[in-house]
């Protein structure tokens, strides 16, 4: 799944420094942006996360019980469900777009209002289609297929990355005439993104056939705890639209300058986080309300496990935030100021980023428990104190000025990092009394913030001495010394990466050792 991710978020990040490349931080960003973040809440609704904590224990069970022909029967009536309801919101989304834009990006000017809604009506069936990738992704977890339904989205940022360098680089087409490309570049490869995990798909289900129906057994159930996901994910869409939105009041270039941030943020999340909490959820689900110890052996080897990539990768965003952004991001229309001022805002979010990956742990342990009430209140809960304390720094904050550019977005991001460590905080209270002691000691998450401490120095000491060089050059000579450094350090310390958590059925044998420091 890690290796899929990794691929995946390559392609992304190249997409990225191709699109930095043609739009920077322009008006035509912003709108990107903007219009990206709209669709994007139909695919978080209904996609990926939700259909986990919904559709994967129920399949998975079937399964474990042998049942295959009932599992077959369970992925169709789902895919079916989804498809209508999928297609509708799609349609609506289309329609609504100039009421949509003019609710939520009412900062904008009537030039980037208009773009924005004609990029939407693009966007909109892509997300559709990505909904109906994220069931095929959860029928292929459920089989321990990883890899292909998480290497897929590379076929999506190709899409985008041919329509840039094609229609910008060679055919030169103006700013405005491109971000519309890209915009039907992004719907081609979501149907790709889809299209290349359904021959996977139906090898597994034999027998598979779409059906509206909610007389299917599990199809009721998985509505039940679809229902608090949604709301769940839904409050989290409406705090990133408010995000934006917020941002549309700041000067330009701060949509922007949060979407690139959060790029970068995203990034160790999707890689390890999300990995692991994906990768466990069928196996937790498979040890049933009778594997309370098991769950919490198992909890625990996945909070080691991401900690120790999370915590170097936060040191390193908010030490070494600016060689990354420079490395990755700074090209053509994104420059040394635009790579400034995104390293404001990446700092921001470095400092919630070990809570952002935990909390993705601890939740898909309560969907395996079959509770999606509780992180759906807690998710509420958090959002309401990201936006609020956000708000109240983002007006300060746009303030102060790299060069032309301003800070304001970093605001935004302080309070998302605050929101995230109220919620692990949270869920970690909550979940104790369901499964008991669950985390690693302090002594552990002492040496690994020693070890990246240290690594950090190392990082330091290597940009000194080496001369002005190019940021790709200057960021590899940097960020390879920090990376050996951790690693030996760690290893060095006893809090080296567990590798037999990665074995199937070991995750969690090696904890004691932890629990009795």
Not at 316 to 341: H, M
Not at 407 to 436: D, M, N, P
């Amino acid at each position: 799944m890690a290796a899929g991710i990794l691929l995946s978020r390559i392609l992304g990040l190249v997409r990225e420094r191709v699109f930095a490349h043609f739009f920077g931080t322009s008006l035509y960003a912003d709108a990107w942006r903007a219009a990206l973040r709209m669709p994007n809440v139909l695919q978080n609704l209904l996609g990926e996360g939700t259909l986990s904590a919904s559709f994967i224990p129920i399949y998975a069970r079937l399964l474990e019980e042998g049942r295959e022909e009932d599992a077959a029967r369970f992925a169709g009536a789902v895919f079916g469900l989804l498809t209508v309801v999928v297609g509708v919101l799609a349609l609506v989304g289309v329609l609504a777009a100039p009421l949509l834009v003019a609710v939520f990006f009412m900062g904008f000017d009537p030039e980037r209002q208009a773009l924005t809604v004609t990029l939407i009506r693009i966007l909109f069936p892509m997300a559709g289609i990505l909904v109906l990738s994220a069931w095929a992704l959860g029928v292929l977890n459920s089989h321990r297929r990883f890899f292909l339904s998480y290497v897929a989205p590379v076929f999506w940022n190709l899409a985008m990355i041919a329509a840039l360098v094609a229609l910008g680089a060679y055919m030169a087409f103006p700013q405005d005439d491109l971000v519309i490309a890209l915009a039907w570049g992004a719907l081609v490869g979501g149907a790709l993104q889809f299209g290349v995990q359904l021959p996977g798909v139906l090898r597994l289900l034999p027998r598979f056939i779409p059906r509206v129906s909610l007389a299917v057994e599990g199809v009721r159930e998985a509505i039940r705890n679809f229902l608090p996901v949604v709301a769940a994910r839904g409050a989290v869409n409406l705090s990133a639209w408010l995000d934006y939105a917020l941002a549309a009041f700041l000067a330009t270039g701060a949509v922007a300058a949060l979407g690139y941030a959060q790029t970068l943020h995203l990034l160790p999340i999707s890689l390890f986080a999300m990995a692991v909490a994906a990768s466990e959820l069928p196996e937790l689900s498979r040890s049933g309300e009778e594997g309370r110890a098991v769950l919490s052996r198992r909890v625990q080897a996945a909070l080691e496990r991401v900690s120790f990539f999370l915590i170097p990768s936060a040191l390193a965003y908010l030490f070494l935030g600016d060689l990354i952004v420079s490395a990755i991001f700074q090209t053509g229309e994104f420059g040394t100021l635009e790579s400034l001022q995104i390293y404001g805002v990446l700092a921001a979010y470095a400092l919630g980023l070990p809570a952002s990956g935990a909390s993705r742990v601890l939740s898909s342990a309560f969907y395996a428990l079959r509770d999606t009430g509780t992180p759906a209140r807690l998710a509420v809960f958090r959002i309401l104190i990201s936006l609020s304390l956000g708000a109240a720094l983002m007006l300060p904050m746009d303030r102060v000025t790299v060069g032309h550019l301003h800070l304001g977005a970093a605001g935004l991001a302080l309070g998302a990092s605050a929101g995230a460590w109220l919620e692990l905080t949270l869920l970690r209270r909550s979940l104790a009394g369901h499964i008991g002691p669950h985390g690693f000691s302090r002594r552990r998450l002492l040496r690994l913030l020693l070890a990246g401490a240290l690594a950090t120095g190392v990082a330091a000491a290597a940009e000194l001495l080496l001369p002005a060089l190019h940021p790709l050059l200057l960021a590899a000579g940097t960020l390879l010394p920090f990376g050996v450094a951790y690693l030996a350090i760690a290893h060095f310390l006893g809090v080296g990466f567990p590798l037999r958590s990665l074995v199937p059925g070991t995750a969690g044998k090696d904890s004691t050792s932890s629990q009795a420091d």
